[in-house]
């Protein structure tokens, strides 16, 4: 019995040692993080790359709203830098077609800053025409002065194609800006040169009659297209005191079972609770 108690006690010292030599998890340069270990360790270069074209596109008509709220999250991240809020003075721009607000309604300012978008730092543009639209878009990432972009472009747009997105990818990154591209619900028609593609559906975060849930928005994402990476699908939640993303319920990746390990230096918050392969 004595035995086996110092060789737990042997066990956990070495254990400790390890995650004191490992070194912390960074982002590299020129790349922003969600928030959550568990799901940057699985993005190229531990993040999202500021210098390119990111999309968010809605699972069915009624996630419309979820996956605005996750977009408008994202952009709250670029304004982030190593996890700490260095950029947070810097404006966001947001370009929503005139005729949005008549769909899914006006952006709501006390909404935006349940997600750290301060309203006063935010720019709306409303252009008329889809290639008005495009025409807004870049011309913002071109600007230089953002922290990110946001940008509407409908999944059926007659105008948005792979040469128009290409266009949209190399303002980007020649003026390092992340564009945040919404691109409405259902099956995109037509490719596109972003870096990333996320599929974002509703879901709850806390037990039924919560008030939680009025402040920790949840969602499933499924991450479709990942330029260096693996696609992978998870839940997530918000957290708006920290101003970042948390674990919600599971993880789950695609294509086998050799899994990248999770560096143990990580927060015990960022574990993934179940990994198995997605039907």
């Known amino acids: 019995m004595q035995s086996l108690k110092k060789t737990e006690l042997m066990a956990g010292l070495r254990a400790q040692i390890a995650a004191l030599e490992t070194p912390p998890f960074q982002e590299e340069e020129g790349r922003f993080q969600l928030g959550l270990g568990a799901v940057d360790t699985r993005l190229p270069g531990g993040g999202l790359a500021r210098r390119g074209v990111h999309e968010v596109r809605a699972a069915s008509y009624g996630d419309m709203g979820a996956a605005i709220g996750f977009a408008a999250a994202l952009a709250t991240r670029a304004t982030y830098a190593s996890g700490s809020p260095s950029g947070k003075d810097r404006l966001i721009a947001w370009c929503q077609q005139s005729w949005g607000a008549y769909d899914m309604g006006a952006l709501y300012g006390p909404g935006l800053a349940g997600f750290g978008i301060d309203p006063s730092r935010l720019l709306l543009v409303n252009p008329a025409r889809e290639p008005d639209m495009l025409w807004a878009l870049e011309e913002c990432v071109r600007a230089g002065v953002f922290a990110a972009v946001v940008g509407e472009v409908p999944a059926t747009s007659r105008h948005f194609n792979l040469r128009a997105s290409r266009r949209l990818h190399l303002a980007a990154e020649d003026a390092s800006t992340p564009l945040i591209l919404m691109r409405g619900f259902g099956e995109l028609e037509s490719p596109s040169a972003a870096l990333t593609r996320w599929c974002v559906s509703a879901a709850s975060t806390v037990e039924e009659g919560s008030l939680r849930a009025i402040d920790r928005p949840g969602w499933q994402v499924d991450l479709e297209k990942c330029k260096g990476g693996r696609p992978f ?17 599971s993880e789950t990746h695609r294509g086998g079972d050799n899994q990248p390990a999770i560096p143990s230096s990580l927060p015990p918050s960022d574990v993934v609770l179940d990994v198995r392969e997605a039907s």
């Not at 699908?233 to 319920?249: K, N």
């Open 233 to 249: 699908l998870s839940e997530l939640a918000w957290d708006a005191c920290a101003g970042s993303f948390v674990s919600s319920v």
